[in-house]
T-cell receptor
Framework: RKEVEQDPGPFNVPEGATVAFNCTYSNSASQSFFWYRQDCRKEPKLLMSVYSSGNEDGRFTAQLNRASQYISLLIRDSKLSDSATYLC??????????FGTGTKLQVIP | DVKVTQSSRYLVKRTGEKVFLECVQDMDHENMFWYRQDPGLGLRLIYFSYDVKMKEKGDIPEGYSVSREKKERFSLILESASTNQTSMYLCASQGTGDQPQHFGDGTRLSIL
């Protein structure tokens, strides 16, 4: 089993839709979690951290389920500009960071 | 904001050349990383460093070496470039181990 797994997509959704991505991780000792956004041919950029209690930033909501070992990202009211690849990241501890391979989102007019 | 600067956005080199990729961060971060990213393979860790003069191999260190003489600078060296090292190279820095990494703009390296 891979350390971090994501559905590669693509997820094709209309503008205004709500879309959710999941990311599963294998090591129950994982300590911190993040979502990154990566545009085509650009570097990954931090979108948001994921906290145990769940957290929201505008249209984006991130949640952590330690019991089932997954994190999720929910995007409400999708915009064309949300089209990108979303990477989940799991930190096991110092110097042990694992990136998922990403989920591609395409928002359609 | 964290600023991670990579020396070149695009680079073209020939097979057999020694290639240097430079990365500088301005946040006094302890940890720095070099990745390569290829279509369908995601980010793969080449080397990382958790302090000056300290380095650890990542998942794919073969054909690469690194240097960290100063805290803010982490260099990736391709000892003898080969065509299979054509890729996007990304440098990242990180404060403590539970913080997110911050990436430079990336270097698109082509080996002819």
């Amino acid at each position: 089993r891979k350390e971090v797994e994501q559905d590669p997509g693509p997820f094709n959704v209309p503008e205004g839709a709500t879309v959710a991505f999941n990311c599963t991780y294998s090591n129950s000792a994982s300590q911190s979690f993040f979502w990154y956004r990566q545009d085509c041919r650009k570097e990954p950029k931090l979108l948001m951290s994921v906290y145990s209690s769940g957290n929201e930033d505008g249209r984006f909501t991130a949640q952590l389920n330690r019991a089932s070992q997954y994190i999720s990202l929910l995007i409400r009211d999708s915009k064309l500009s949300d089209s990108a690849t979303y990477l989940c990241v799991v930190n096991l501890g110092p110097q042990k960071v694992t990136f998922g391979t990403g989920t591609k989102l395409q928002v359609i007019p | 904001d964290v600023k991670v600067t990579q020396s070149s956005r695009y680079l073209v080199k020939r097979t057999g050349e020694k290639v240097f990729l430079e990365c500088v961060q301005d946040m006094d971060h302890e940890n720095m990383f070099w990745y390569r990213q290829d279509p369908g393979l995601g980010l793969r860790l080449i080397y990382f460093s958790y302090d000056v003069k300290m380095k650890e191999k990542g998942d794919i260190p073969e054909g690469y070496s690194v240097s960290r003489e100063k805290k803010e600078r982490f260099s990736l060296i391709l000892e003898s470039a080969s065509t299979n090292q054509t890729s996007m190279y990304l440098c990242a820095s990180q404060g403590t181990g539970d913080q997110p990494q911050h990436f430079g703009d990336g270097t698109r390296l082509s080996i002819l």
